[in-house]
DNA sequence: CTGTATCCTCTAAGATACTG
DNA sequence: CAGTATCTTAGAGGATACAG
């Protein structure tokens, strides 16, 4: 049988889909494009917090997205959740030995932005512009 | 006059929103959060490339978008667009400077991707399980 | 204080058709 | 070949109310 163009693009999506999703680079970057996960570990890489204190050093996030970034990177072991058996309990949020190993990168993605972006910020004015 | 809680945290966004936006890391991050960006870039490192070429190399993106990401990453002077008058008359993409140099970014995630992603795996794995 | 649950909006991305 | 235009869709994120 014939496949259309269209049909046989669409197979290779599928399969290249698969492919994407074990590619470890590209998981890596699926963790880090959720809008409010670099902040939190931002935050995080100063000590351990709470979840109030997130809040207030995040003010932009709700308590939604707080709360499902924690989950999040608990899940995958960045972050430890530990509850303090004082009064009042409370929560508190710590970088895991495995989130500390990431600290490089965003040091790495900062030095870069703030030496290159801008000169990124004119060339997208220059096209603005004329 | 008195603001409520959620009339202040409001505010607090908005202002936060502000200084987000002039954040160069998240502006970096921005760049790096569309789901062509990085593939493409990592393509154009071998050398320039076509249009069609880039569309072989990427099966799992539509044509529309491999358009937009390089019309988003020629505005920001990260790849050169170059149209070659020969016959037939083609258009070739490549890496500006400043496109080069984010390449270190790029390893850098690579190598702690490789090398921590699969504990992350087993990580959410683990949590999956009980 | 530390969350869950629900509903809603908005936009990135895909499908499709067309053009120089 | 190298695009542009339009319509649609899926999901991230926000608003809000409620709960242990």
């Known amino acids: 049988m014939t496949l259309t163009f269209e049909?046989?693009?669409?197979?290779?999506?599928?399969?290249?889909?698969?492919?994407l999703a074990e590619c470890p680079a590209r998981q890596l970057l699926d963790m880090f494009s959720?809008?409010?996960?670099?902040?939190?570990l931002y935050?995080?890489?100063?000590?351990?917090?709470?979840?109030?204190e997130l809040r207030r050093r995040i003010p932009g996030a709700s308590q939604k997205m707080i709360t499902e970034t924690l989950r999040s990177l608990e899940r995958d072991g960045i972050?430890?959740?530990e509850v303090k058996q004082v009064y009042p309990a409370h929560v508190e949020y710590s970088l895991s030995p495995l989130g500390e190993s990431m600290l490089p990168i965003f040091s790495q993605m900062k030095i870069w932005a703030e030496q290159n972006m801008a000169?990124?910020?004119?060339?997208?004015?220059a096209q603005a512009g004329g």
Not at 7 to 19: K, L, N, P, W
Not at 43 to 52: A, E, K, T, V
Not at 119 to 125: L, S
């Open 34 to 40: 959720t809008k409010w996960t670099t902040l939190v």
């Open 79 to 81: 972050i430890v959740r």
């Open 43 to 52: 935050q995080l890489n100063d000590g351990p917090l709470r979840h109030s």
């Open 7 to 19: 049909e046989r693009r669409q197979m290779a999506q599928d399969t290249y889909a698969a492919y």
């Open 119 to 125: 000169e990124v910020e004119r060339n997208r004015a």
